[in-house]
Each structure stands twice: as C-alpha cells, then as structure tokens.
C-alpha cells in the first residue's frame, strides 16, 4: 500500500499558519507528501523546504486571484497537487495547513487504509472533527461546525477538490461513498491571538469576496474580536504533541461566558437532541455514509 499525503500552502508565517504541524502529523504513514507551495509575500518556501524528510516533494504555484467567489481558488491549487500524484499510489491523504492529527490515529487510520484499499465501493474516508476556537481549551459544538469530512480519498483523478476545498466530490458533483473511521482532524483554525487572527481573516475573505464586500464587512481593527461566537465546551482531552511548544507559547486570554450566548429556541433544541442522543439533526452531509 502506498500512501501520498497532499496540502497547499501560501503566507504560513505571515499568517500564523501552523503548516510544518499538519504535515508532520500524517508524514508517519505517508510514503510521500506533496506540498502546493503558492506565491507568498514571506518565507513559505524555505519554511516547507526546511523539513527534514525525503518523502516531501514541492510544487510552486502562482495562485490566481481573480478566482475570489466561493473560495475557488483553494479547491484549484488543491486540484493541481491531487492531480500530480503518481498513478501507483493507492491513498491520497490530503490535510489542510490549519488542521493536525492526533499521533494516537495513526494506527487506526493506517489500519483503516489497509481495510479497505482493495473495496472498489469505498471512495474516501470519512473523519470526525475537533474544531478549537479563541483558545486550545475550547472546543465548538454549535451548528456552525461540520462535525466530520472527508480527508483520504483514492486516488481516482475522477474525483475533485470541491468548491472552496472543505471537501471532495467527483468531477461532476456527485457524493463520494465513504468508511466512517476512529479517527479525528484538530482544526485550529481559529485559535491564533487576536492580532494574527484579526490579520488572516482580512486576507482570508479575499479569497471568498471583492474588495467592496471586504471593506463593508470586515472591521479595520488590530485584534480579532471572539467574543461573538455561539456554543462552545471546555476540552478536556489532549492535544498532538506537536502543538506542545505553540500551546505553551499561547499568552493571550479568551474567556468564554455561556451565559451571554444568544442562541435561537430551534437550535437549543436541536443541540439537546445532539448531546442526547448523538443525533445531528439535518446536518448537511457531504457524502455519502457506507455501512460498516
């Protein structure tokens, strides 16, 4: 079994990317790694060549900006990397540059692959998510955050980065049927200090909107404001060691008041049923679910 793990990359120290993690959180069970490097205004380039390892392979790229609506572009420099991938690669695990996985699943994942790597039926595999938010010590539970998504695919060129490139169809829109696994992606998307996130989300909408929408929506301020979010949870599980030196170095504060939550009668509900019976009630799937 061969295993090409796969990611794109532009302004990771400009913006606070957490990059070298993501991709050293899979390389164990990867036999390669694939990196989409886009033209960046700092030192993204010798950041990505600086990992000492054989498996990684660079590919530069010069992102177009015009493509701006919907996050087009992300799922184009997605589609260039997947697309360079050798035909003798059986797996293709792709991990973006915000996310990590736990060194705990890579036994389950690598066990997975091997499971069903010969299974025709199976086009990915499915994860479950850890979305953070403000700090490492909260975790989202509102209906704002897809609770899993595809992060391994086979390597069928049929199948395509899709829209803003959260996850994968084929090239003419339809599901892929997926294994559910034990496994989870910590995305940290949302924790950086106020400062590094008030930064990326400036050039973050750039790459969904025009300037004009940029301007009317979000605030010209110099820290990140996270006070505005929904439902969250202490979380009491622990981290990949890889983010130890990035959670040690973590000074800023966020504090989460539940009281101050504002959330409307339907979503309470559908919260209780969720945390009741483990049932995510109308949760827009963007997969098909195989039985197990």
Known sequence: MKVTGFTIIRNAIKYDYPVLEAIQSILPICDEFIVGVGNSDDKTLELIRSIDSKKIKIIESIWDDANREGGLVLSIETNKVFGAIEKDSDWCFYIQSDECVHEDDLSAIKIAMEKYKDDKEVQGLLFNYKHFYGH???????????????RIIKNDKSIRSYKDAQGFRTANGEKLKVKHINAS????????SPKAQQAKQENFHKMWHDDNWVKEHI?????FDYSKIDLLENYKGTHPALYRERIAKANWKFNYNNSKVKISLKNKCLHFIEKTFGWRVGENRNYILLKN
């Not at 992606?185 to 950086?192: A, R, S």
């Open 185 to 192: 992606i910590y995305h940290y998307g949302w924790v950086k």
């Open 136 to 150: 490492y010590n909260y975790i989202g539970t509102g209906r704002r955050w897809y609770s899993k998504e595809i």
């Open 219 to 223: 605030p010209v301020v110099e820290e």
